[in-house]
């Protein structure tokens, strides 16, 4: 009796780890052929107009070039120098896949290198600032860490950096706004980045 109950419990074990197979099969499959119609769909997409799109704006911006004699923030200066002449744009979490359905495959090299353009840029503007810091130049990091904030930098040592450095002058309030920015990132460090703003209290506890 009791062979045959295993009998009887191997067989339902084996249909149902048969019918979950099949099931994960069949995701896998749909999920597959979903993506390569968007992909053909993607490919097929006409040519768009991109003049409008959201570039990097350094109009406006002051940053702290050419106040310190030091061999990075040189480095770091030049490189941003170099960058305001060219077009940059966060594109940080959307795919090509998704570059093409909206604008065009024929614009996805453009879009790529103005990508890279901005991956460039907020990295120089992390260095730049914690060098910056480093030298005790602490007004001076602020204001090259809020502008990489101000553009949606997603790397997540620029906002703790600049958190510490408003903790530190007690502007909680400036703290406030970043969460309030980083809510709007579109990025894998989006949430490690709100837990550690997280950590600071807000303005109305009165601090």
């Known amino acids: 009796m009791a062979f045959f109950l295993l009998i009887g419990w191997t067989i339902i074990f084996m249909a149902v780890v048969s019918y979950k197979r099949m099931k994960a099969n069949h995701q896998n499959q749909a999920a597959e052929d979903a993506f390569w119609k968007r992909e053909n769909d993607a490919n097929l997409t006409r040519r768009q107009d991109i003049s409008h799109l959201d570039y990097i704006d350094f109009s406006g911006v002051t ?3 050419a106040l310190f004699q030091d061999d990075l923030l040189k480095q770091c200066e030049t490189q941003v120098l170099a960058l305001k002449e060219k077009k940059i744009l ?3 979490g ?4 998704d570059l093409k359905l909206k604008y065009g495959p024929a614009n996805l090299p453009e879009l790529t290198q103005c ?12 260095t730049w600032g914690q060098r910056l810091n480093e030298l005790s130049h602490t ?3 602020v204001c090259v860490l809020a502008f990489a904030v101000s553009i ?6 620029t906002w703790q950096l600049l958190a510490q450095l408003y903790a530190a002058s007690g502007d909680y309030a400036k703290i406030q706004e970043m969460k309030t920015a980083a809510s709007d990132l579109n990025s894998l460090t989006k949430q490690p980045i709100l837990a550690m703003l997280e950590q600071y209290p807000d303005n109305r506890h009165g601090l």
């Open 139 to 141: 007004e001076e990091a």
């Open 152 to 157: 949606k930098s997603d790397i997540r040592a």
């Open 63 to 65: 940053l702290p070039f």
């Open 115 to 126: 990508d890279q353009n901005f991956t460039l840029l907020a990295r120089t503007l992390n």
């Open 90 to 92: 966060n594109l940080t």
């Open 94 to 97: 959307i795919s090509n896949t």
